[in-house]
Protein backbone atom coordinates (compact mmCIF):
# COMPACT_ATOMS: atom_id res chain seq x y z
CA UNK A 1 0.00 0.00 0.00
CA UNK A 2 1.15 3.37 -1.43
CA UNK A 3 0.95 6.13 0.73
CA UNK A 4 -0.02 10.32 -0.87
CA UNK A 5 -1.06 13.41 0.48
CA UNK A 6 -2.69 16.60 -0.20
CA UNK A 7 -0.39 19.63 1.33
CA UNK A 8 -2.06 23.05 0.91
CA UNK A 9 -0.94 26.32 2.28
CA UNK A 10 -2.90 27.84 5.17
CA UNK A 11 -2.67 31.42 3.18
CA UNK A 12 -5.87 31.78 1.94
CA UNK A 13 -9.39 30.11 1.89
CA UNK A 14 -9.97 26.80 -0.18
CA UNK A 15 -10.73 27.88 -3.65
CA UNK A 16 -12.17 25.95 -6.71
CA UNK A 17 -8.64 24.82 -7.92
CA UNK A 18 -7.63 23.33 -4.35
CA UNK A 19 -10.89 21.95 -4.20
CA UNK A 20 -9.95 19.71 -7.63
CA UNK A 21 -6.76 19.02 -6.31
CA UNK A 22 -8.13 17.36 -3.27
CA UNK A 23 -11.00 15.84 -5.40
CA UNK A 24 -8.12 13.76 -8.00
CA UNK A 25 -5.58 13.37 -4.95
CA UNK A 26 -8.45 11.55 -2.69
CA UNK A 27 -9.68 9.43 -5.65
CA UNK A 28 -6.37 8.88 -6.87
CA UNK A 29 -5.47 7.02 -3.01
CA UNK A 30 -8.98 5.61 -2.74
CA UNK A 31 -8.72 3.61 -5.93
CA UNK A 32 -5.14 2.55 -5.62
CA UNK A 33 -6.24 1.42 -2.12
CA UNK A 34 -3.31 4.39 -1.13
CA UNK A 35 -3.71 6.06 2.29
CA UNK A 36 -4.37 9.38 1.98
CA UNK A 37 -2.99 12.34 4.48
CA UNK A 38 -3.42 15.78 4.56
CA UNK A 39 -0.84 18.16 5.40
CA UNK A 40 -1.54 21.76 6.24
CA UNK A 41 1.26 23.75 5.01
CA UNK A 42 1.56 26.94 7.77
CA UNK A 43 5.29 27.65 7.64
CA UNK A 44 4.91 31.21 6.59
CA UNK A 45 4.22 33.30 9.36
CA UNK A 46 3.31 36.36 7.86
CA UNK A 47 0.76 34.65 5.19
CA UNK A 48 -0.39 31.89 7.17
CA UNK A 49 -3.99 31.82 9.10
CA UNK A 50 -5.54 29.40 12.01
CA UNK A 51 -9.17 30.43 10.21
CA UNK A 52 -7.65 29.42 7.09
CA UNK A 53 -6.34 26.22 8.44
CA UNK A 54 -9.76 25.26 10.19
CA UNK A 55 -11.25 26.42 6.91
CA UNK A 56 -9.78 24.10 4.38
CA UNK A 57 -10.33 21.10 7.18
CA UNK A 58 -13.89 22.51 6.75
CA UNK A 59 -13.91 22.44 3.09
CA UNK A 60 -12.61 19.05 2.45
CA UNK A 61 -15.25 17.48 5.11
CA UNK A 62 -18.11 19.42 2.96
CA UNK A 63 -16.93 17.94 -0.19
CA UNK A 64 -17.03 14.67 1.22
CA UNK A 65 -13.28 13.60 1.60
CA UNK A 66 -12.09 12.09 5.07
CA UNK A 67 -8.01 11.81 5.62
CA UNK A 68 -6.06 8.95 7.10
CA UNK A 69 -3.63 11.16 8.60
CA UNK A 70 -3.15 14.55 9.71
CA UNK A 71 0.23 17.10 10.00
CA UNK A 72 0.74 20.59 10.86
CA UNK A 73 4.13 21.67 9.59
CA UNK A 74 4.68 24.28 12.21
CA UNK A 75 4.74 21.13 14.52
CA UNK A 76 7.11 19.38 12.98
CA UNK A 77 9.79 21.90 14.04
CA UNK A 78 12.12 19.05 15.54
CA UNK A 79 12.02 16.71 12.50
CA UNK A 80 12.97 19.75 10.19
CA UNK A 81 15.74 20.92 12.36
CA UNK A 82 17.33 17.44 12.48
CA UNK A 83 17.17 17.96 8.94
CA UNK A 84 19.26 20.86 9.03
CA UNK A 85 21.42 19.16 11.21
CA UNK A 86 22.63 16.70 9.09
CA UNK A 87 23.14 19.01 5.71
CA UNK A 88 25.37 21.72 8.32
CA UNK A 89 27.34 18.10 9.19
CA UNK A 90 27.80 17.55 5.36
CA UNK A 91 28.57 21.07 5.26
CA UNK A 92 25.57 21.92 2.80
CA UNK A 93 24.47 24.81 4.53
CA UNK A 94 25.49 28.64 3.63
CA UNK A 95 24.54 31.82 4.62
CA UNK A 96 22.99 34.55 1.98
CA UNK A 97 21.72 37.53 2.08
CA UNK A 98 21.25 38.40 -1.59
CA UNK A 99 18.23 39.97 -3.15
CA UNK A 100 16.32 39.29 -5.45
CA UNK A 101 17.51 42.67 -7.18
CA UNK A 102 21.02 40.97 -6.73
CA UNK A 103 19.64 37.91 -8.91
CA UNK A 104 18.23 40.23 -11.47
CA UNK A 105 21.45 42.16 -11.40
CA UNK A 106 23.66 39.01 -12.24
CA UNK A 107 21.21 38.21 -15.17
CA UNK A 108 20.42 34.80 -15.42
CA UNK A 109 16.66 34.17 -15.88
CA UNK A 110 14.90 31.52 -15.06
CA UNK A 111 12.68 28.89 -16.84
CA UNK A 112 10.41 28.89 -13.68
CA UNK A 113 10.45 32.77 -14.07
CA UNK A 114 12.35 35.42 -12.61
CA UNK A 115 16.11 34.82 -11.88
CA UNK A 116 17.92 32.11 -11.20
CA UNK A 117 20.67 32.33 -8.03
CA UNK A 118 24.07 32.09 -9.97
CA UNK A 119 25.82 30.83 -6.50
CA UNK A 120 27.12 34.06 -5.30
CA UNK A 121 27.33 33.06 -1.64
CA UNK A 122 28.41 29.16 -2.19
CA UNK A 123 31.90 29.61 -0.86
CA UNK A 124 30.64 31.28 2.56
CA UNK A 125 30.69 29.17 5.88
CA UNK A 126 28.01 29.15 8.16
CA UNK A 127 28.54 31.30 11.17
CA UNK A 128 31.13 29.47 14.21
CA UNK A 129 27.91 29.19 16.21
CA UNK A 130 26.35 26.82 13.45
CA UNK A 131 23.06 26.78 11.63
CA UNK A 132 21.10 28.23 14.26
CA UNK A 133 22.80 31.14 15.34
CA UNK A 134 22.22 32.35 11.90
CA UNK A 135 20.73 35.59 11.11
CA UNK A 136 20.32 35.67 7.96
CA UNK A 137 18.60 33.14 5.56
CA UNK A 138 20.36 29.51 4.71
CA UNK A 139 20.63 27.95 1.10
CA UNK A 140 21.52 24.40 0.60
CA UNK A 141 24.57 23.94 -1.97
CA UNK A 142 22.83 21.14 -4.35
CA UNK A 143 25.77 19.37 -6.48
CA UNK A 144 25.51 20.02 -10.32
CA UNK A 145 23.98 17.25 -11.40
CA UNK A 146 21.48 17.46 -13.89
CA UNK A 147 18.65 14.73 -12.79
CA UNK A 148 16.64 12.95 -15.63
CA UNK A 149 12.88 12.68 -13.78
CA UNK A 150 9.44 12.43 -15.71
CA UNK A 151 6.28 11.80 -13.94
CA UNK A 152 3.49 9.29 -14.41
CA UNK A 153 1.90 11.55 -17.45
CA UNK A 154 5.06 11.63 -19.15
CA UNK A 155 5.44 15.43 -18.39
CA UNK A 156 9.72 15.55 -18.42
CA UNK A 157 11.04 17.39 -15.66
CA UNK A 158 14.66 16.90 -16.01
CA UNK A 159 17.05 19.30 -14.66
CA UNK A 160 20.03 20.85 -12.90
CA UNK A 161 18.84 22.24 -9.52
CA UNK A 162 21.75 23.83 -8.80
CA UNK A 163 21.61 26.05 -12.77
CA UNK A 164 17.94 26.37 -12.69
CA UNK A 165 16.42 27.85 -10.19
CA UNK A 166 19.73 27.63 -8.18
CA UNK A 167 20.32 26.47 -4.71
CA UNK A 168 17.22 26.79 -2.45
CA UNK A 169 16.78 28.86 0.47
CA UNK A 170 16.16 26.38 3.38
CA UNK A 171 15.77 28.62 6.44
CA UNK A 172 14.57 31.98 6.21
CA UNK A 173 15.66 35.22 7.90
CA UNK A 174 13.09 34.93 10.21
CA UNK A 175 13.97 31.44 10.79
CA UNK A 176 10.79 29.56 9.30
CA UNK A 177 11.56 26.61 7.00
CA UNK A 178 11.39 27.13 3.28
CA UNK A 179 8.62 25.23 1.44
CA UNK A 180 11.02 22.91 -0.38
CA UNK A 181 13.08 21.90 2.91
CA UNK A 182 9.85 21.54 4.94
CA UNK A 183 8.03 19.69 2.42
CA UNK A 184 10.37 16.76 1.29
CA UNK A 185 11.31 16.30 4.79
CA UNK A 186 7.81 15.75 5.82
CA UNK A 187 7.42 13.65 2.57
CA UNK A 188 10.02 11.26 3.35
CA UNK A 189 8.73 11.03 7.30
CA UNK A 190 5.42 10.11 6.14
CA UNK A 191 6.46 7.73 4.09
CA UNK A 192 4.72 9.14 1.26
CA UNK A 193 5.47 7.23 -2.05
CA UNK A 194 3.08 9.28 -4.42
CA UNK A 195 2.62 12.95 -4.61
CA UNK A 196 -0.24 14.37 -6.74
CA UNK A 197 -0.88 17.99 -7.44
CA UNK A 198 -1.35 20.49 -10.03
CA UNK A 199 1.03 21.35 -13.11
CA UNK A 200 1.66 24.39 -11.67
CA UNK A 201 4.06 22.83 -8.77
CA UNK A 202 5.91 20.80 -11.76
CA UNK A 203 8.77 22.70 -11.74
CA UNK A 204 9.57 22.73 -8.31
CA UNK A 205 10.04 18.61 -8.41
CA UNK A 206 14.06 18.86 -9.59
CA UNK A 207 14.63 21.04 -6.54
CA UNK A 208 12.95 18.70 -4.06
CA UNK A 209 14.44 15.34 -6.37
CA UNK A 210 17.72 17.20 -5.25
CA UNK A 211 16.90 17.45 -1.74
CA UNK A 212 15.83 13.60 -1.10
CA UNK A 213 19.12 12.90 -2.90
CA UNK A 214 20.57 15.09 -0.38
CA UNK A 215 18.61 13.70 2.61
CA UNK A 216 19.46 9.76 0.51
CA UNK A 217 15.89 9.41 0.93
CA UNK A 218 13.71 7.29 -1.69
CA UNK A 219 11.78 9.43 -4.50
CA UNK A 220 8.04 9.48 -4.61
CA UNK A 221 6.10 9.40 -7.82
CA UNK A 222 4.42 12.51 -8.85
CA UNK A 223 1.77 12.19 -11.29
CA UNK A 224 0.33 16.21 -12.41
CA UNK A 225 -3.18 17.52 -13.19
CA UNK A 226 -4.94 20.16 -14.74
CA UNK A 227 -5.64 23.74 -13.50
CA UNK A 228 -8.66 25.58 -12.59
CA UNK A 229 -8.55 28.68 -14.39
CA UNK A 230 -10.41 32.27 -13.97
CA UNK A 231 -10.84 34.84 -15.77
CA UNK A 232 -9.17 37.95 -15.03
CA UNK A 233 -9.39 40.71 -17.61
CA UNK A 234 -8.03 39.51 -20.69
CA UNK A 235 -6.26 37.15 -19.56
CA UNK A 236 -6.39 33.69 -17.66
CA UNK A 237 -5.22 33.07 -14.02
CA UNK A 238 -5.27 30.00 -11.47
CA UNK A 239 -8.28 29.94 -10.06
CA UNK A 240 -7.47 32.09 -6.67
CA UNK A 241 -9.43 35.07 -6.57
CA UNK A 242 -13.02 35.20 -7.75
CA UNK A 243 -14.76 32.80 -4.83
CA UNK A 244 -13.60 31.17 -1.45
CA UNK A 245 -14.85 28.27 0.48
CA UNK A 246 -16.94 30.71 2.95
CA UNK A 247 -19.02 31.58 -0.25
CA UNK A 248 -19.15 28.53 -1.91
CA UNK A 249 -20.90 26.88 0.62
CA UNK A 250 -23.10 29.42 1.30
CA UNK A 251 -24.29 28.57 -2.54
CA UNK A 252 -23.31 25.03 -2.94
CA UNK A 253 -23.58 22.15 -1.65
CA UNK A 254 -20.82 20.00 -1.45
CA UNK A 255 -22.61 17.18 -3.73
CA UNK A 256 -23.05 20.71 -6.37
CA UNK A 257 -18.99 21.13 -6.02
CA UNK A 258 -18.17 17.66 -6.32
CA UNK A 259 -20.17 17.58 -9.91
CA UNK A 260 -18.88 20.94 -11.38
CA UNK A 261 -15.24 19.12 -10.10
CA UNK A 262 -15.48 16.06 -11.77
CA UNK A 263 -17.31 17.75 -14.99
CA UNK A 264 -14.41 20.18 -15.37
CA UNK A 265 -11.72 17.26 -14.93
CA UNK A 266 -13.65 14.70 -17.37
CA UNK A 267 -14.78 12.11 -14.99
CA UNK A 268 -18.28 13.18 -15.70
CA UNK A 269 -19.89 14.71 -18.91
CA UNK A 270 -21.73 17.52 -16.85
CA UNK A 271 -21.93 19.20 -13.61
CA UNK A 272 -24.83 17.12 -11.78
CA UNK A 273 -24.20 16.88 -7.83
CA UNK A 274 -22.24 13.77 -6.90
CA UNK A 275 -20.89 12.14 -4.17
CA UNK A 276 -17.10 11.50 -4.90
CA UNK A 277 -17.66 7.76 -3.31
CA UNK A 278 -19.48 7.43 -6.60
CA UNK A 279 -16.08 8.40 -8.79
CA UNK A 280 -13.77 5.47 -7.30
CA UNK A 281 -14.87 2.91 -9.28
CA UNK A 282 -14.23 4.06 -12.18
CA UNK A 283 -11.58 6.26 -11.93
CA UNK A 284 -8.59 6.50 -13.59
CA UNK A 285 -6.23 9.15 -14.84
CA UNK A 286 -6.64 7.97 -18.86
CA UNK A 287 -10.11 9.46 -18.20
CA UNK A 288 -9.02 12.79 -16.53
CA UNK A 289 -8.40 15.95 -18.85
CA UNK A 290 -5.17 17.13 -19.18
CA UNK A 291 -6.12 20.85 -20.76
CA UNK A 292 -7.13 22.83 -17.85
CA UNK A 293 -9.94 24.82 -17.61
CA UNK A 294 -11.98 27.64 -17.02
CA UNK A 295 -15.00 28.31 -14.22
CA UNK A 296 -16.93 31.51 -13.70
CA UNK A 297 -18.38 32.49 -10.31
CA UNK A 298 -21.61 34.37 -11.18
CA UNK A 299 -22.03 35.35 -7.77
CA UNK A 300 -24.32 32.22 -6.71
CA UNK A 301 -23.14 29.50 -9.58
CA UNK A 302 -19.81 28.30 -10.63
CA UNK A 303 -20.04 27.82 -14.25
CA UNK A 304 -17.96 25.89 -16.13
CA UNK A 305 -16.97 27.48 -19.92
CA UNK A 306 -17.08 25.33 -22.51
CA UNK A 307 -13.09 23.81 -23.19
CA UNK A 308 -11.54 25.62 -25.92
CA UNK A 309 -10.44 23.79 -28.54
N1 LIG B 1 1.52 23.98 -0.26
C1 LIG B 1 1.76 23.97 -1.68
C2 LIG B 1 0.68 24.74 -2.38
O1 LIG B 1 -0.43 24.78 -1.88
C3 LIG B 1 1.75 22.59 -2.30
C4 LIG B 1 2.88 21.77 -1.91
C5 LIG B 1 3.03 20.48 -2.69
O2 LIG B 1 2.03 19.84 -3.04
O3 LIG B 1 4.17 20.11 -2.89
O4 LIG B 1 0.90 25.27 -3.43
ZN1 LIG C 1 24.14 35.61 -1.47
Known sequence: MGTSRFAPSSTGPAHPGTLLAALLGWLDARSRGDQWLVRIEDLDPERTRPEWDAGLQEALGWLGLAWD????????????AAALDRLAA??????????????????????????????TCRERPLPAGGWRSSTEPLRLRLPAQRFEIADES???????????????????RDGAIAYHLAGVVDDVDAGVTRIVRGHDLAATTATQWAIQAALDAPHPEYRHHLLLLEERGEKLAKFHGAVGFPTLREHLSGPAMCGVLAAAAGLRPTPEPVQPEALVAD???????????????????????????
Open 69 to 80: GFQRQSERDGAH
Open 90 to 119: RGGLYPCTCSRRDLAAAGMPSALGGFAYPG
Open 154 to 172: GRDLSGDPSRDPGDPVVRR
Open 283 to 309: FDWSRVATRDRTLRWTGDRLLLLPATA
